[in-house]
C-alpha cells in the first residue's frame, strides 16, 4: 500500500471524519555512537512527543550499514516496524517515506539525499546544505524546492519572531544600521575536540565559520535584509591546534588548520521589496556590519551583542554566545530597547509558546520548522509565498546563504594571495 496512513477523529453523533495523512519520516545519522548527537537532542524529542506525532511518524532509519540502523533503533526504542537502511538509495526507492531528515556530516549531505531528492520526497537537510556552493546548486538543480526545509531554524526562534515584531510596530523608528559582535565559545580559542576535528578541513565544509556564524548571518539578514554588495577580511589566527580527547582533556597531539577563526565584514543592506504595510522599515543606504570570533570571548562579558539603530531608538540583544538557534537558552537571552526621546531602556519581553516548554532546549526551535512545514503540508502545500508566521527556510534559501559564503572566502583567498 503507497497511500499515507490517514488518522480519524470520532464526534458523538457523527461519522468518522478523516484527518490530514500523517507525515512518514525516515531519519539519517540517528546514531547510538555518533559523535554529534543532533539528532537525538535536535529532532528525535519532537518526533517523539505528542504534539510530535499528531503529525509525524518515523517510519525508517537509514546509516553507515543495515546493521548500524538496527542498533540505532534498538538503542533508541523505536518500533521494530521502523525500517533499517544502509544504502540511500534503498531508502529512496521506499514508498512508505514523505520525508528524509539529514543528520550527517555535512561533506556527505549530497551522498544521502540527493536519490531521496531525484524520487520527489521532501528532504530536510542540516545547516550547511553541502560542503560548497557549487555541490549545493548541483543538488537542488538551482531552482526554488518548495517540498523541503533547510535547518537554518534561527529565522523561527522566538528571538528573530520578537525583533521582527518590535521593528514592524515603528518603536525605534526607520533602521539605519546594525552591528554583531559573537563568539564561538562553544568551542575554545586553541584546542579543538577530536570529535570535529574536521573543523580544522576547510574542504569538508562544516566549521565555526560555515556553522556558528553562518547561522548567525543568516537569520540576521532574514530579519533585516541581505547584503547589496559587502567587504570581508578573514584571518587564520591560530593555526595550529591541540586536540581535546573524548573527556574533555587537551592532549600533546596536534593538527593544523586552514579554516579562518576571525572575521570582519561590512556592507550595505539591499532595499527591501515591500510586501505590506507592516515590513520593516530600512533606510535606502543602512550598513551591516559584523565581527566574528572562535573562542571565548573577554571574561565575564556576553558572547554575543546585536544592535540594531534606528531614527527614534536601538535595540540590543545579548546573549552568552553566538548560539540564538541553538544552545544560548541555558544562559538569559535579553532584547533591551533604548527610546531615544524618553532617554529610558526597557526590557523586551518575549517567551517560548507552551508546548515548546515541555521539549528540551536544544529541540525547540527545530520543532518550530517541523511544525510549519507540518501546516503548509496538511493544507494542500500551496504555492508561493506563505504569511510570514508561516513561512520556513527551505533548500533554495540555503543556496542563497552558500553564495554569499562563496563570495566570503573568494575575498578570503584573494587576500591571501596578495
Request: with cysteine.
Amino acid at each position: 500500500m503507497n497511500k499515507s496512513k490517514s488518522r480519524t477523529i470520532f464526534l458523538k453523533g457523527s461519522t468518522t471524519t478523516p484527518m490530514a495523512p500523517v507525515i512518514r519520516v525516515a531519519l539519517i545519522g540517528l546514531s547510538a555512537s555518533a559523535k554529534v548527537n543532533w539528532a537525538e537532542q535536535g529532532h528525535l524529542p519532537y518526533l517523539n512527543s505528542a504534539r510530535g506525532r499528531s503529525h509525524y511518524e518515523l517510519v525508517a532509519l537509514l546509516n553507515s550499514n543495515v546493521a548500524a540502523a538496527e542498533a540505532a533503533r534498538k538503542h533508541f526504542n523505536l518500533a521494530p516496524t521502523v525500517r533499517a537502511y544502509g544504502r540511500p538509495e534503498d531508502l529512496a526507492a521506499d514508498k512508505e517515506v514523505d520525508l528524509v531528515v539529514c543528520n550527517t556530516r555535512v561533506d556527505t549531505h549530497v551522498l544521502t539525499t540527493a536519490p531521496s531528492l531525484a524520487a520527489g520526497k521532501a528532504v530536510y537537510i542540516e545547516w550547511p546544505l553541502a560542503e560548497n556552493y557549487d555541490a549545493a546548486l548541483a543538488l537542488t538543480g538551482g531552482r526554488r524546492v518548495d517540498n523541503s526545509i533547510i535547518g537554518l531554524q534561527g529565522r523561527v526562534s522566538p528571538i528573530a519572531l520578537k525583533l521582527k515584531e518590535v521593528l514592524r510596530s515603528g518603536r525605534i523608528g526607520r533602521v539605519l544600521s546594525s552591528d554583531v559582535r559573537a563568539f564561538a565559545n562553544l568551542g575554545r580559542r586553541d584546542s579543538v575536540a577530536e570529535s570535529v576535528a574536521y573543523f580544522t578541513d576547510r574542504k569538508v565544509g562544516g566549521n565555526h565559520i560555515t556553522i556558528a556564524y553562518a547561522h548567525t548571518v543568516d537569520y540576521v539578514h532574514d530579519v533585516l535584509g541581505e547584503f547589496d554588495g559587502f567587504q570581508s577580511r578573514m584571518q587564520l589566527q591560530r593555526p595550529v591546534l591541540r586536540l581535546r580527547d573524548q573527556n574533555g582533556v587537551t592532549t600533546e597531539r596536534e593538527v593544523r588548520s586552514d579554516v579562518p577563526d576571525f572575521l570582519a565584514v561590512h556592507g550595505k543592506l539591499a532595499p527591501r521589496r515591500r510586501r505590506a504595510e507592516t515590513d520593516i522599515d530600512i533606510a535606502d543606504d543602512a550598513t551591516l556590519s559584523f565581527t566574528f570570533r572562535s573562542g571565548q570571548q573577554f571574561k565575564d562579558t556576553p558572547g554575543f551583542i546585536w544592535t540594531i539603530n534606528g531614527e527614534k531608538g536601538e535595540i540590543m540583544v545579548t546573549a552568552n554566545g553566538a548560539y540564538i538557534h541553538s544552545d544560548s537558552y541555558k544562559d538569559p537571552v535579553e532584547i533591551k530597547l533604548h527610546d531615544h526621546a524618553t532617554d529610558e531602556v526597557v526590557l523586551i519581553e518575549w517567551d517560548w509558546q507552551d508546548w515548546q516548554k515541555e521539549l528540551p532546549r536544544r529541540a525547540r526551535i527545530v520543532a518550530e520548522l517541523y511544525e510549519r512545514f507540518a501546516h503548509w503540508w496538511e493544507n494542500g502545500k500551496p504555492a508561493g509565498e506563505l504569511p510570514d508566521e508561516r513561512e520556513w527556510p527551505r533548500l533554495h534559501d540555503a543556496v542563497v546563504r552558500m553564495d554569499e559564503f562563496k563570495e566570503l572566502f573568494r575575498q578570503y583567498d584573494e587576500q591571501r594571495v596578495a
